[in-house]
């Protein structure tokens, strides 16, 4: 089985159909969604029904529960706030109900999936290996997905050790994820990138073979931010798209 990863997909929906056609080529079967469908981008609920036509495994993200009205503001930027806070008032009833049924963790032959860490699924930031190590604590499976970050990052130990080391991940490397070992990975955000790199991330997990890639995707950009000027959204929502920050 091979396995889309999608996190932070914030609203971007041009970001997703991007990223949902290369997955679809690479040969992804089923998709896995660590959170964060919602917020910041200004199709909440159409990216909300493309997860749901395609039955993807999603867990929640900190802004998909600002948006039901579960998590504290306070917590937010001014921009983050002001994006869940109309995005509240832009999800359908069914989508609301989507989202309030997703859980914090999930898992898979082989994997377990998180939008934070495992640790605190939906507000804890893994940036480091100390943060790494804490999640890699309480990981059982072979490879655990996270998002939150926006940043692409790959973490392992020897299963049982003390040592966490972080691996080169490029774009299009193929990671064979070895027999022995712990592995926490995030393939980066699909709909606003912070690395830098303004394309939409992605990555592809063969249980099979257990191995993992990590993509980035072209979108149309100008597209998306059109879309956030016209929402009346904050300026700056557009403008970091095109600077992967």
Request: glycine share 10%; proline share 5%; with cysteine.
């Amino acid at each position: 089985m091979r396995y889309g990863i999608l996190a932070d997909i914030h609203g971007n929906l041009e970001a997703l159909d991007a990223v949902l056609a290369h997955l679809h080529d690479a040969g992804a079967s089923a998709y896995l969604c660590l959170g964060d469908i919602v917020g910041y981008g200004a199709d909440p609920n159409a990216c909300c029904e493309r997860l749901r036509a395609l039955r993807a495994q999603c867990v929640v993200g900190n802004h998909d529960l600002a948006a039901l009205g579960a998590f504290d503001l306070s917590w937010m930027n001014p921009l983050a706030r002001a994006a869940v806070e109309w995005t509240a008032h832009q999800l359908s009833p069914e989508n609301r109900a989507f989202l309030r049924s997703l859980p914090e963790e999930g898992d898979g032959p082989g994997f377990q999936f998180v939008h934070g860490s495992l640790v605190e699924p939906t507000t804890a930031y893994i940036t480091h290996s100390f943060a790494a190590r804490a999640s890699l604590e309480l990981q059982h499976a072979p490879v655990c997905f996270v998002g939150h970050t926006h940043v692409p990052a790959l973490y392992a130990r020897r299963r049982g050790g003390v040592l966490v080391g972080r691996l080169a991940f490029a774009a299009g490397q193929r990671v064979v994820l070895e027999p022995g070992r712990q592995y926490l990975a995030n393939c980066g955000a699909v709909g606003q990138p912070r690395d830098g790199n303004p394309d939409a991330a992605c990555g592809l997990f063969d249980a099979d073979t257990g191995t993992l890639t990590r993509y980035r995707v072209p979108y149309d950009i100008d597209t998306a931010q059109a879309k956030i000027r016209a929402a009346g959204l904050p300026f700056w929502l557009a403008e970091r798209l095109t600077q992967g920050a």
